[in-house]
């Protein structure tokens, strides 16, 4: 087994990697139970056996079942925290007060906790701590592709970075004692392909070590400039001493075969380049950062052709080129997208793949039918008001047929831009736009955003979509929701009340679904020279224990062939050969929406 343990066939023992740490062996020998499993659950594994007692985060695809998973384990507080950089904060006390602690999170999610995790840099750990950043190669699901090995470089923290399941489970526990013996948090980065696959892992039992003492340490832990100062020298030793280590830890390994040809890979982008090049010989590196110049020197000297296969920033290919060794990487390979066994294939072998992607039609992102999104768009386009975006599942009224939202930033952005769009050019030009944004952004960063309209004299108007969930990401709860993590049942913070709270006098609260009505508030409070608040109120169509009492059908004879019922551009609603209109009722929830926009009476609710 390569990586950080060794396994036998009965019983298995941790690999010594520091000195004098003596090597644990099981008192009885025991069969080792493996299980299969996702790489996010396997990080959550590894955690748990190495004892991690605190766990925050806020859900963000690639990382969300990591909490998700973690919230099984009773060992484990795990909690939802309005955005990460609270989580972040959460995870840096509890290290602090001696426990080992893990924060976890998308990548952009690590720049909402970039300002602890730069500063906790300086500070170290007192108990374990671990940020486990998961990156999106290929944008499946995020508005950008930065690179988490350049915000650790930059912070001056080391990075890990497994290939598999199996890793990933290692990796962590590794983490948590590196993070100790270094005095450092770590970041394990992981991409959307290793957190979403699975592999076999093989189980031990939990090791929780025993809480660290906290010591008062002013010179340490507080950090005005006099004690940074000293800090950042202290971050540079220990950075030195890591390097120097890298070379001999076994999670960086030389895999010598054929010379002609060596590649340096890490991370998924190793599991390719063992699958098209098995005879090759290959540096497999689990330290990203920092890198181990030694080790690196050692093996371009014995290969012939020496490649970095990397996806994303050419991360390890530039640090090997400042060496003064001759490589290659971003010539061959793109910056953009997510790579491929097929992608190595093709540029140094010159094959191409014998299966070709199935030609199917192309299915653009659409709300789902049911989504309270579509009415509000619906009532936003037919009023010819613009809408300042921001990151979820209503980011889709960007696209046709709805076409209303212009822009998509950050989360939080919406309301922030909306507002320097009236400073920059008066409250006239934006009548006709709204900022919309969701129950759970608005939790995240949007309250800042709207804090600030209020006490600098905005008159925009803020939509506040609020279906009760933090719903792209799978239906995670938040502090509005009135449910935590593990399902317990706590006041919900109002959306309401914390806009009166900020002294803003226009607040109204409309059911999305009555676009009668909602069109009444939109006109009103659009017209405003003060700023105003909607907030749009129906739960998400797929919601656990959500259900419409109704489904929809046509009266085909009443059908007048206007496709006013198209105009959402629901689903379920489609038009047959002959221009009338059918309700797929396999996809029908019985919003009603399309029922209210038919003049003629040709749909109709019927009871399920």
């Known amino acids: ?23 644990s062996v099981p008192q009885e020998k025991k069969m080792s139970k493996k299980e299969i499993m996702l790489g996010n659950a396997a990080i959550v594994r590894g955690a748990w ?33 309005p955005n990460e ?17 893990m924060v976890s999170m998308k990548h952009v999610g690590l720049n909402v906790a970039s300002d602890p995790l730069y500063s906790v840099s300086y500070i170290g750990a007192n108990g374990g701590l671990v940020f486990v950043v998961a990156d999106d190669p290929g944008l499946y699901s995020s508005q950008n592709e930065q690179d988490t090995r350049l915000i650790g470089r930059s912070a001056h923290v080391p990075v890990l970075e497994p ?48 809480d660290k003492p ?55 982008a190793y599991q390719y380049v063992k699958e098209v090049f098995p005879e090759a010989s290959v540096l497999k590196l689990g330290l990203v950062y920092p890198l181990p110049e030694k080790l690196i020197r050692d093996f371009a000297s014995k290969v012939e052709r020496l490649i970095i296969f990397e996806e994303l920033e050419p991360f390890v290919e530039d640090y090997v080129k400042s060496l003064g060794i001759a490589c290659e990487g971003k010539n061959l390979f793109t910056l953009q997208g997510e790579y491929s066994a097929n992608m190595l294939r093709e540029k140094l072998k010159g094959e191409t793949p014998s299966l070709q992607p199935a030609e199917v039609p192309a299915r653009p992102p659409i709300l789902c039918p049911g989504c309270p999104h579509r009415s509000t768009y619906y009532v936003l386009k037919k009023l010819g008001i613009h809408a300042a975006g921001d990151i979820g599942c209503y980011t889709l009224g960007a696209v046709a047929p709805l076409g209303v939202v212009d822009t998509t930033v950050c989360m939080g952005a919406s309301i922030s831009m909306i507002h320097g769009m009236e400073k920059a050019k008066g409250s006239e030009y934006i009548k006709n736009w709204v900022a919309v944004i969701g129950d759970s952004t608005f939790m995240h960063t949007g309250i800042n955003s709207l804090e600030d309209l209020a006490y600098n004299r905005s008159t925009a108007t803020v939509m506040i979509l609020d279906n009760s969930t933090t719903g792209m990401t799978g239906h995670q709860d938040h502090a509005a ?62 919601l656990k224990g959500q259900k419409f009492p109704y489904k929809v059908r046509p009266i085909t004879e009443k059908c007048k062939k206007c496709g006013m019922c198209l105009k959402p551009g629901c689903p379920a609603v489609k038009r047959r050969e002959d221009g009338t209109i059918e309700i797929d009722d396999t996809l029908c929830n019985g919003c009603g929406l399309c029922v209210q926009l038919c003049n003629f009476g040709a749909l109709e609710k019927y009871g399920i």
């Open 1 to 23: 087994m390569d990586g950080y343990y060794v396994f036998h066939v009965v019983f298995h023992i941790k690999a010594e990697h520091k000195k004098n740490r003596p090597i």
């Open 49 to 81: 056996e190495a004892g991690v007692k605190v766990s925050a985060a806020y859900p963000g695809t690639p990382s969300t079942e990591i909490s998700e998973n973690i919230v099984k384990y009773p060992e484990v507080y795990a909690e939802w925290s």
């Open 85 to 101: 950089k609270v989580a972040a904060e959460v995870a840096i006390g509890a290290s602090m007060a001696g426990v080992r602690a």
């Open 163 to 210: 290939s598999d399941s199996q890793e990933a489970h290692d990796f962590t526990k590794l983490a948590f004692e590196l993070s100790e013996k270094y005095d450092t948090p770590v970041i394990i980065r992981t991409t959307t392909r290793l957190g979403h696959s699975q592999g076999t892992v093989t189980l031990e039992e939990r090791t929780a070590p025993e």
């Open 214 to 268: 906290y010591e008062r340490n002013v010179m340490k832990n507080v950090m005005m400039p006099g004690m940074a100062k000293g800090r950042h020298l202290y971050v540079e030793e220990r950075e030195k001493k890591m390097a120097e280590d890298a070379a001999t830890m076994p999670i960086n390994r030389i895999e010598e075969g054929d010379n002609k040809i060596g590649f340096i890979a890490g991370g998924i």
């Open 481 to 542: 929701t009135g449910k935590t993590l593990d399902g317990t049942e706590v006041p919900a913070i109002s959306i309401y009340r914390i806009c009166e709270a900020m002294n803003i006098k226009h607040i109204v609260e409309v059911d999305a679904f009555d676009t009668k009505e909602l069109e009444r508030v939109v006109k009103e409070e659009t017209a405003r020279d003060e700023l105003s608040v909607i907030i749009v109120c129906a739960p998400c169509a797929l």
